[in-house]
């Protein structure tokens, strides 16, 4: 039911965490796969399973922010294999930054919006060319965070970049659905990467009631992330733009409710002090 041989797709962030594991699972599926990474180490790595995997791609060291090498890896695509029809726009950051919103400065601010949305808005508008070229019409996948549908404390500018995806999102589907490119979010809750080390960062007395924690009963990992993308981009989800995947174990759903070690429901604090080491 699932057929993506033939088509070709950019995953900006490409040489980690989810952005690597969506790159994999579509080059698994047949798909042309081309990367963009900032870190030569990340991309060679990714270059290096695709290449033993036999997919066929093109991994560039690119910075997403630089509109310049975007346009560039853009050409390469074009010239490489004629039009795209996959955009994941994974690339996201929170920087470390970490503080009341008082304390935060305009600098930090630029900071985040460049990395989390900006970039975006020139990663889709550089693609989009290339998309409809294919004339095939498209899938535009947006890698959000599930901070961007609830409140985070501390971390206030980023939330606020994260909900404007969903923005994004639904007006580009609805410009962009006579095209035939559908577009749509993945809003994962915590994830274990590289960017985001949740069971390092976890406290270890606390490491057996991390099922308790989420409904589902874990942390996400990247292959969740490349599940959802696989089902975004093929004609499983031919009929679904516009929308959020909450890729969270039922995190949102539960809204704070939590099990305490006698397998009972509370919404109160279940721990006295930090859970994760910040």
Known sequence: MINL???????????????RAIAEAFGG?????????????????????????????????????????????????????????????????????????AKSTEEQWDMLYQINLKQMFLVTRTMLPLMRKSGNGGSI???????????????????AFKAGISGFTQSLA??????????????????????????????????????RWIPLGRFGVPKDAAGCAVFLASELSAWVTGTTIHMDGGALAAAGWYRTPAGQWTNMPVIADKGLIF
């Open 5 to 19: 041989e033939g088509k070709t797709a950019i995953v900006t962030g490409g040489g980690a965490g989810m952005g």
């Open 29 to 101: 599926y047949s798909v042309k796969v081309a990367i963009a990474e900032i870190n030569p180490e990340r991309a060679a790595a990714a270059k290096a399973a695709l290449d033993a995997a036999k997919v066929d791609n093109l991994v560039e060291v690119v910075d997403v922010r630089d509109k310049a090498q975007v346009a560039a890896l853009a050409a390469n695509i074009e010239a490489r294999y004629g039009g795209l029809d996959i955009l994941v726009n994974n690339v996201g950051d929170f920087l470390g930054v970490s503080g009341p919103f």
């Open 141 to 159: 996948i947006n890698v959000s965070s599930i901070e961007g549908f609830r409140g985070i404390p501390n971390n206030v500018v980023y939330g």
């Open 174 to 211: 609805v410009e962009l659905g006579p095209e035939g490119i559908r577009v749509n979010t993945i809003a994962p809750e915590t994830t274990d990467t590289e960017q985001v080390q949740v069971t390092k960062w976890t406290n270890p007395k606390y490491m057996d009631h991390t099922d």
